[in-house]
């Protein structure tokens, strides 16, 4: 892994390293044949990275520097970068380039960065597990001889950040996306509240749900990616919210069920080590959780939202889709209208109810996710791969569904295999959520 963005950038500032070089280490990892670069970029590195990276240092030699000027970025394989093809982790798409950035990489280029390449994803994100048949699955850094799953639907978005490919990744989060592999490849992963980065220039899964999110090795990497995608010029001034104090809620609904003994006993240290550092964390219902089951019936509002977007294409191409993606997505043609509106104003009621419920508390904390990453070859057949596929789900997707953010932390100890710790905040309360992080991050990360 390279090392935080600040520390980077200080590099990059003092000479000691340039763009050139540091996209060049990049590139020899992603062709590294005995490694994962091959599933983690299946189109290879961009093309364009290298003219960038010599750009951005000529641009510092005269004075002239972004945030993020050289810094090695990849991006998933559903945003639009002018010039590239965007096919979604699918082969169902038109091989044209866009003629335009998505908006977020547009802002990200704006601050310097370097794309490095297109990360492999599950089929048009529709999967928590990361596996994609048509281009391969990167395995998670963790016990990789065993072949364990990177999580998804970003999966070569982490393992280029966990294999040294890139500083960080930009991924999609419509149910955990980000958070999930962020989660099982032991790195720090945010989703913010929804609407404060425009989806425009992304392929869509759930317009309801989609947000766009980072992962990176701490949660301040991931705090200065959000600052720009976000619209800010520079990344925002986060400091450490101190724990004394700090008002936490483990939720005795769902997000406990079905732990798994290395991830129990790891949130269990977790929770105990934020108490000792002054946190006050107690347990509590929430009367909006109760009705998530029925918002999610026939697969909800993502299936519907998902179905109406792909129809047209599975009409001409369904023999070409992944058959576990396909098949969710037509989930969406059992919702009638009149269902799909009364679960539309039934997601509304539920945000306003949940964000009253988070008042008197300033995050919930829980497990990411429930277990450990399974290998690839055990979820080969059903039902194993739907119901993991659901239990790596069903943690996070609640602040998709309820709208607001989320950020997960690694909390496991160093050897051990990556756990992740969840914290969800009120609706736009991400700078207050990112300065907790920051904070939880330096009691419960492994050392």
């Known amino acids: 892994m390279l ?71 990849s991006v998933k394989d559903l945003f639009d970068v002018q010039g590239e093809i965007t096919r979604a982790g699918s082969r169902v798409l038109p091989e044209r380039a866009a003629t335009r950035d998505a908006v977020a990489i547009g802002r990200l280029r704006a601050a310097g960065a370097v ?19 048509h281009y391969g699955t990167p395995a998670n850094p963790f016990d990789r001889r065993a072949g364990r799953i990177p999580g998804g639907s970003s999966s070569g978005a982490a393992v280029s950040v966990t294999d040294g490919m890139a500083a960080a990744a930009i991924g999609s989060d419509t149910g955990g996306s980000c958070r999930i592999p962020a989660a099982l490849c032991g790195l720090a992963g945010f989703k913010p509240t929804a609407a404060r980065i425009p989806l425009a220039g992304a392929v869509p899964l759930s317009s309801s749900y989609d947000s766009i999110g980072s992962m990176a090795p701490s949660v ?60 006050i964390v107690r347990e509590v219902s929430f009367d909006s959780w109760q009705h998530l089951a029925t918002i999610g019936q026939h697969g909800g509002l993502v299936a519907a939202e998902a179905w109406a977007w792909h129809v047209g294409l599975i009409k001409r191409h369904a023999d070409a889709y992944d058959p576990r993606v396909i ?38 904390v829980c497990p990411t996710v429930p277990i450990v990453a399974p290998r690839i070859a055990d ?69």
């Open 327 to 364: 098949a969710r997505i037509r989930l969406g043609s059992e919702h009638s209208t009149a269902e799909y509106l009364r679960n539309r104003t039934l997601r509304v009621q539920l945000c306003r109810q949940a964000d009253e419920e988070l008042r008197p508390f300033d995050a919930i």
């Open 115 to 133: 794309f490095v390449g297109r990360t492999n994803m599950t089929e048009f994100a529709y999967s928590g597990l990361g596996i994609n048949p």
């Open 220 to 279: 301040a990497c991931c705090a200065a990616l959000d600052s720009i995608m976000a619209g800010h010029t520079e990344p925002a001034d986060i400091l450490p919210l101190p724990l004394s104090g700090l008002r936490l809620a483990i939720p005795k609904d769902i997000v406990l069920d079905d732990l798994d003994a290395h991830v129990a006993a790891t949130f269990e240290r977790a929770i105990a080590r934020l108490t000792a550092a002054g946190a």
């Open 379 to 447: 979820l080969d057949e059903e039902p194993a791969y739907t119901s993991t596929n659901r239990l790596l789900l069903r943690n996070p997707s609640i602040a998709n569904v309820l709208d607001l953010c989320a950020l997960s932390i690694p909390c496991h100890a160093n050897g051990d295999a990556p756990v992740g710790l969840m914290l969800m905040g009120r609706h736009m309360s991400d700078h207050q959520l990112l300065a907790m992080g920051i904070g939880v991050e330096a009691v419960v990360r492994p050392q």
């Open 3 to 73: 090392p935080a963005l600040d520390s980077l950038r200080a590099q990059l500032v003092d000479g000691r390293i340039d763009a050139a070089s540091l996209l060049a280490s990049c590139i020899e990892r992603i062709g590294d044949e005995s490694g994962e670069g091959k599933r983690v970029f299946p189109h290879g590195a961009s093309a364009a990275a290298p003219v960038q990276a010599k750009a951005s240092d000529a641009l510092r030699r005269h004075g002239v520097a972004g945030p993020l000027s050289g810094i090695p970025i």
